[in-house]
């Protein structure tokens, strides 16, 4: 595309301006370049838009009230992140427990490999690629069409498990925005370090439970 540019004379200053501003100076701002991380900033969006919402009306405002109005919402979200913390750790609901469990019995266990000291690639639900290719594309990254790239990137997942506390790592979508997906939970599950999720519409026996009573107590 470069060569293609530079040959049209016409096209030749924005050949260069395009190469200084988006190869030299900022050289990371294309999908792919930060690689299992979001790609979306749907958190700076979901921000822009409250700032709108509820304090400039979707105004321009003039210097001063700007400043104001600045000053009410760091008042307001400084007193917010008391009240309300960052969590600290992540919870699996039960309905996430429930598809886990599913995904597991789906999952081919022959699929899943251990690249790295805690680090697994799980196939995803609509796989382009097994996963020793997917591997094998992760350490040389030679794909040769952002076609490929994508074909790469959701044919499987990357769960990592190396830091000690939670989050846990998975590079689909849910683990990266919620740090809690199927791929992750499904893992533990298989190694059995958190008990499988009652299956529901189990009863009890007929009647009220028996009050247990204490064992020195008289009737
Ligand atoms: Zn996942």
Same mark, same amino acid.
């Given at each position: 595309?470069? $060569? *293609?540019?530079?040959?049209?004379?016409?096209?030749?200053?924005?050949?260069?301006?395009?190469?200084?501003?988006? +190869?030299?100076?900022?050289?990371?701002?294309?999908?792919?370049?930060? %690689? !299992?991380?979001? =790609?979306?900033?749907?958190?700076?969006?979901? +921000? @822009?838009?409250?700032? *709108?919402? $509820?304090?400039?009306?979707? %105004?321009?405002?003039? !210097?001063?009230?700007?400043?104001?109005?600045?000053?009410?919402?760091?008042?307001?979200?400084?007193?917010?992140?008391? @009240?309300? =913390?960052?969590?600290?750790?992540?919870?699996?609901? %039960?309905? !996430?427990?429930?598809?886990? /469990?599913?995904?597991?019995?789906?999952?081919?266990?022959?699929?899943?490999?251990?690249?790295?000291?805690?680090?697994?690639?799980?196939?995803?639900?609509?796989?382009? $690629?097994?996963?020793? !290719?997917?591997?094998?594309? /992760?350490?040389?990254?030679?794909?040769?069409?952002?076609?490929?790239?994508?074909?790469?990137? %959701?044919?499987?997942?990357?769960?990592?498990?190396?830091?000690?506390?939670? =989050?846990?790592?998975?590079?689909?979508?849910?683990?990266?925005?919620?740090?809690?997906?199927?791929?992750?939970?499904?893992?533990?599950?298989?190694?059995?370090?958190?008990?499988? =999720?009652?299956?529901?519409?189990?009863?009890?026996?007929?009647?009220?439970?028996? *009050?247990?009573?204490?064992? +020195?107590?008289?009737?």
């Amino acid at each position: 595309m470069i $060569m *293609k540019w530079t040959a049209d004379r016409d096209l030749d200053a924005f050949r260069k301006y395009f190469e200084d501003q988006w +190869l030299f100076s900022l050289s990371f701002w294309y999908e792919g370049s930060a %690689n !299992l991380s979001p =790609p979306i900033n749907n958190g700076l969006e979901s +921000l @822009n838009g409250k700032i *709108k919402q $509820m304090y400039t009306l979707r %105004n321009k405002l003039s !210097l001063s009230s700007f400043l104001q109005t600045a000053e009410r919402i760091l008042y307001d979200w400084s007193l917010a992140s008391v @009240n309300t =913390p960052f969590a600290i750790q992540t919870e699996f609901t %039960n309905d !996430l427990a429930t598809r886990a /469990y599913q995904w597991l019995q789906k999952l081919d266990r022959t699929k899943v490999l251990h690249v790295g000291a805690a680090s697994y690639v799980v196939p995803s639900s609509e796989p382009k $690629m097994g996963t020793s !290719l997917w591997v094998q594309y /992760y350490q040389s990254m030679s794909w040769n069409s952002y076609g490929e790239f994508t074909d790469w990137l %959701n044919s499987a997942r990357l769960v990592d498990f190396s830091s000690l506390t939670l =989050p846990l790592f998975c590079s689909c979508k849910y683990g990266l925005k919620e740090y809690s997906c199927v791929h992750s939970l499904g893992l533990i599950m298989m190694w059995d370090h958190r008990k499988v =999720p009652q299956v529901l519409g189990i009863r009890r026996g007929k009647g009220h439970p028996k *009050k247990v009573k204490l064992a +020195l107590t008289k009737d």
